[in-house]
T-cell receptor
Framework: GNSVTQMEGPVTLSEEAFLTINCTYT??????LFWYVQYPGEGLQLLLK?????DKGSNKGFEATYRKETTSFHLEKGSVQVSDSAVYFC???????????????FGQGTILTVHP | KAGVTQTPRYLIKTRGQQVTLSCSPI?????VSWYQQTPGQGLQFLFE???????NKGNFPGRFSGRQFSNSRSEMNVSTLELGDSALYLC????????????FGQGTRLTVV
């Protein structure tokens, strides 16, 4: 089946530090890949996405590159801020007009805390 | 425009009871998906509805059911509640044709005592 594995958390960083959250996946077919962020007390927000190999998704200083050869989609940010403290989820879907309607498969989530 | 609205936000129920949760999607969105979020199992897909039809279903027992109305609003029902059903239930809406971004509501926090 399809699955997503994220690095164990929590991750604690000082402001302006470099962030990497690792994500690898297993999928039958060619998935689209996503990073979602969940702030306390809120639902999930799409942070970035990539729909094919070598695509780079980017948003708000975060980046992730779809690496088919290593089945990875690691999230990076060059300089984190306190406001980036949240839970980050890597996810995939095989829905592209296919049969995985609405189904996102998520990793376990990584809690990020950024201190001033 | 208004986001995805889930009601109620918090709910406490007794084991053995049943519960109904509601989700109003973004205007114009025809697909609604439901997820269960727990500390132990993370985010798990329950089911997805599009134009009042269930198109996809996750691996949950039959106690979990849902439906979608002609205005795209959706409800999910859990019967014979168990302690393990305590979770944050999230719904997401999207246009539903091919893959388009899914927008999540804030969730309903269900506690079973």
């Amino acid at each position: 089946g399809n699955s997503v594995t994220q690095m164990e958390g929590p991750v604690t960083l000082s402001e302006e530090a470099f962030l990497t959250i690792n994500c690898t996946y297993t999928a039958t077919g060619y998935p689209s890949l996503f990073w979602y962020v969940q702030y306390p007390g809120e639902g999930l927000q799409l942070l970035l996405k990539a729909t094919k190999a070598d695509d780079k998704g980017s948003n708000k200083g975060f980046e992730a590159t779809y690496r088919k050869e290593t089945t990875s989609f690691h999230l990076e940010k060059g300089s984190v801020q306190v406001s980036d403290s949240a839970v980050y989820f890597c996810a995939l879907t095989l829905d592209a007009g296919g049969t995985s309607y609405g189904k996102l498969t998520f990793g376990q989530g990584t809690i990020l805390t950024v201190h001033p | 425009k208004a986001g995805v609205t889930q009601t109620p936000r918090y709910l406490i129920k007794t084991r053995g009871q049943q519960v109904t949760l509601s989700c109003s999607p973004i205007s114009g969105h025809r697909s609604v998906s439901w997820y269960q979020q727990t500390p132990g199992q993370g985010l798990q897909f329950l089911f997805e509805y599009f134009s009042e039809t269930q198109r996809n279903k996750g691996n949950f027992p039959g106690r979990f059911s849902g439906r979608q109305f002609s205005n795209s609003r959706s409800e999910m029902n859990v019967s014979t509640l168990e302690l393990g059903d305590s979770a944050l239930y999230l719904c997401a809406s999207s246009l539903g044709q091919g893959w388009t971004e899914a927008f999540f509501g804030q969730g309903t926090r269900l506690t079973v005592v």
